[in-house]
């Protein structure tokens, strides 16, 4: 997928991530020394129960929070060591997030949610070609709440990928979804990797969805336990649960 097994280029790279909440007897360790890379290209899949420090790792390599300690480069650069202005560009041009909810803009059209990202990025994706892309065209004139949940997530998935970001971030992107349509939103994003190269990062519960991935993290209580390359990723057509 992507050009990830032709080059194993080191796209995110993070070494001892720390981080807490609280202090004294309150204090809580979310990550406890987080060491791991992706290939650019890649499809990576980070598993594990809650309160194992998924989203947290995802919100730090987002620039959404800060770390305690350790590094965290992203095309060779150190979030960790950017000022509030210059992680603010970082999120303009590098990334796009996708959410369990969708956050849509209600009194948007589909379009118009996807147009206003848009703004942010020097080289955005065209609009119209992007819609046709996620099967949205028919609809780019229709506002949310007048279409149903799988096509609000890709309109979602669209707003993010319109930037033509180098990474998307997604925190449990099928959650809110039926098998169905969850399906159809992996296959999505399998072909937007395919497609538009971007490396992608996927925070699930579902144990299932890491048989698509090129790389399969797990965290337990803020360690990673488990970090391998799947040599052989299934299609998302094939995933079942």
């Given at each position: 997928?992507?050009?990830?097994?032709?080059?194993q280029?080191?796209?995110v790279?993070?070494?001892?991530l720390?981080?807490?909440y609280?202090d004294g007897?309150?204090r809580?360790?979310?990550?406890?020394?987080?060491d791991?890379?992706i290939?650019r290209?890649?499809?990576?899949?980070m598993?594990?129960p809650?309160g194992?420090?998924?989203?947290?790792?995802?919100n730090?390599?987002?620039?959404?929070?800060?770390?305690?300690a350790?590094?965290i480069?992203v095309?060779?650069?150190?979030l960790?060591?950017?000022?509030a202005?210059?992680?603010?560009e970082?999120r303009?041009?590098e990334?796009?997030?996708v959410?369990q909810f969708?956050?849509l803009v209600p009194?948007l059209t589909?379009?118009?949610?996807?147009?206003?990202?848009?703004?942010?990025s020097?080289?955005?994706?065209?609009?119209d070609?992007?819609?046709?892309?996620?099967?949205?065209?028919e609809?780019r004139n229709?506002f949310p709440?007048q279409?149903?949940g799988g096509?609000?997530?890709?309109?979602?998935i669209?707003?993010?990928?319109?930037?033509?970001?180098?990474?998307?971030?997604?925190d449990?992107p099928?959650?809110?979804?039926?098998?169905?349509?969850?399906?159809e939103i992996?296959?999505l994003?399998?072909?937007?990797?395919?497609?538009y190269?971007?490396t992608?990062?996927?925070?699930t519960?579902?144990?299932?969805i890491?048989?698509?991935?090129?790389?399969v993290?797990?965290?337990?209580?803020?360690?990673i336990?488990?970090d391998e390359?799947n040599?052989?990723p299934?299609?998302a057509?094939?995933?079942?649960?």
């Amino acid at each position: 997928m992507g050009d990830t097994m032709a080059t194993q280029r080191v796209y995110v790279q993070v070494k001892d991530l720390k981080k807490h909440y609280g202090d004294g007897d309150a204090r809580l360790t979310v990550l406890d020394g987080i060491d791991t890379s992706i290939n650019r290209g890649e499809i990576c899949v980070m598993l594990g129960p809650s309160g194992s420090g998924k989203s947290t790792f995802l919100n730090l390599i987002g620039g959404l929070e800060d770390a305690d300690a350790g590094s965290i480069l992203v095309d060779g650069c150190d979030l960790t060591t950017l000022k509030a202005g210059d992680l603010g560009e970082y999120r303009r041009r590098e990334l796009g997030f996708v959410f369990q909810f969708y956050n849509l803009v209600p009194d948007l059209t589909i379009k118009e949610n996807i147009e206003v990202t848009a703004h942010l990025s020097k080289n955005p994706l065209n609009v119209d070609d992007l819609l046709r892309s996620l099967g949205l065209y028919e609809h780019r004139n229709k506002f949310p709440r007048q279409v149903s949940g799988g096509q609000q997530q890709r309109c979602a998935i669209g707003r993010a990928l319109v930037k033509n970001p180098g990474l998307l971030l997604c925190d449990e992107p099928t959650g809110a979804l039926d098998y169905k349509t969850s399906k159809e939103i992996l296959q999505l994003m399998e072909d937007v990797n395919r497609t538009y190269g971007c490396t992608i990062i996927i925070v699930t519960h579902n144990a299932a969805i890491a048989r698509m991935a090129n790389r399969v993290l797990r965290l337990r209580d803020g360690r990673i336990v488990e970090d391998e390359l799947n040599e052989s990723p299934v299609a998302a057509a094939e995933l079942d649960w």
